[in-house]
């Protein structure tokens, strides 16, 4: 639903263009070809004593290469790879590496932004089919047409994008950094934020800026998180704490219920995965509500295991983050495919903007 506090401009632009018609892929299915819930694959063919891993750590150490996985790759990804984080922690741990291959197991646009901050590295994706519908919302010709509307303007960026919307931005952010660094920006600055309308509402709230236009796109999975979902799961167990990424169609919902008092304010925590595994650690709530995409709970139950996280939406799986299967990490590591590349001009104008969204916030969270 499009609300009166976003971009009227992006509400025009997207219903011309390529964005807000994004139609997801198929349900998401396991090696077996059944739907994926989130639970792990085979731990005998998959898990860490498997031929299948030892297979994996075999050809890994043969080609000095480092293995990234994003929090939400099925859980034998997670658990054979070297580091695993949020975008913002894995764009860190590329950058700071000295493996001379980087196999990033997440989705196509974190392994673009891997080879923008390590461009003498070779970077592989195991499906280059992975994509994202967030970053499919913006390309760099809207991006330019909406930057000629408002000269002067900041453009940050959610790193949700392709490397040439990067290089039309002057700041890029994740969601568990999107506050500071629009902090960064002066305050009678406009700021074009793009293209996630509920992190970018999020971040107007957070910062009480009325400047901020924010485009209308959104990602499939966290609107289908939706307010209906959250009442039903919040109204079921009301003592629940509740973890929401930003994404979420039900933040604004969820901040709603808290003002209204049918959730205790500080039960209302809105996180990226990161954070939310620093607050899964730290955190003492028997039974914790998650509204993200289902590969997190994997992560959050490792780090809290006396915890009891339950998916707001136990259907919200990324099929994209799903492509990236344990076969495909083995055909990556064997035939050096597939290679992310991209090209030099468009790298070095992308490598500014990234790179002012890695020095901007507290690490977030990353093994
Ligand atoms: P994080 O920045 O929290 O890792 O999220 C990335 C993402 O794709 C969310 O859908
Ligand atoms: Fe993109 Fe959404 Fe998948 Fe994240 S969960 S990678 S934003 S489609």
């Known amino acids: 639903m499009l609300s009166a506090e976003h971009s009227e401009n992006g509400a025009a632009r997207n219903a011309a263009g390529a964005g807000g018609s994004v139609s997801p892929p198929g349900e998401t299915r396991d090696p077996d070809g059944r739907p994926y819930d989130g639970r792990p694959y085979d731990p005998r063919r998959y898990g860490p004593a498997s031929p299948w891993a030892r297979e994996v750590r075999r050809l890994a150490a043969e080609q000095d290469a480092v293995i990234l996985a994003h929090n ?10 070297d580091h695993v984080g949020d975008s913002l922690a894995l764009s860190r741990i590329a950058a700071a590496s000295t493996a001379q291959v980087i196999v990033f197991c997440g989705v196509h ?18 499906d280059a089919r992975a994509g994202c519908s967030l970053a499919d919302q913006i390309d760099a010709e809207q991006l330019r ?28 952010c994740t969601s568990s950094n999107a506050v500071e660094v629009v902090e960064s920006i002066p305050a009678d600055v406009e700021v074009l934020f793009g293209p996630d309308m509920f992190l970018g509402a999020h971040v107007r709230r957070r910062t009480g800026r009325t400047n901020l236009h924010v485009w209308l796109g959104e990602c499939h999975v966290h609107a289908g998180i939706s307010a209906k979902a959250l009442t039903a799961a919040t109204d079921a167990v009301p003592e629940a704490d509740l973890f929401i990424h930003p994404e979420c169609g039900c933040t604004s919902s969820a901040i709603h219920r808290a ?18 595994l620093e607050a899964a650690r730290t955190g003492r709530a028997p ?24 998916p707001v939406n136990p259907g919200a799986a990324c099929q994209y983050m799903k492509m990236i299967t344990p076969e495909a990490l083995v055909r990556c590591l064997r035939e050096g495919k597939d290679e992310v590349e991209v090209p030099g ?23």
């Open 72 to 81: 939400y790759q099925e859980p034998a990804i997670q658990d054979i790879a």
């Open 259 to 276: 003002e209204e008092g049918a959730v205790a304010p500080e039960r209302v925590k809105v996180l990226s995965t990161g954070q939310m």
């Open 145 to 172: 047409a909406w930057k000629a509307e408002h000269p002067g303007a900041v453009v940050v960026s959610y790193v949700n994008t392709t490397a040439e919307v990067k290089a039309e931005s002057d700041l890029c």
């Open 109 to 126: 646009f974190m392994a673009e932004t891997a080879k923008i901050l390590a461009p003498d590295r070779t970077v592989l994706i195991p």
């Open 287 to 310: 039974t914790v509500l998650v509204a993200t995409e289902i590969g997190m709970l994997h992560q959050l139950r490792k780090v809290a295991p006396g915890t009891d996280f339950r």
């Open 345 to 367: 001009p468009i790298a070095r104008r992308a490598r500014r903007a990234v790179e002012r969204m890695v020095a901007i916030g507290t690490p977030a969270d990353g093994e």
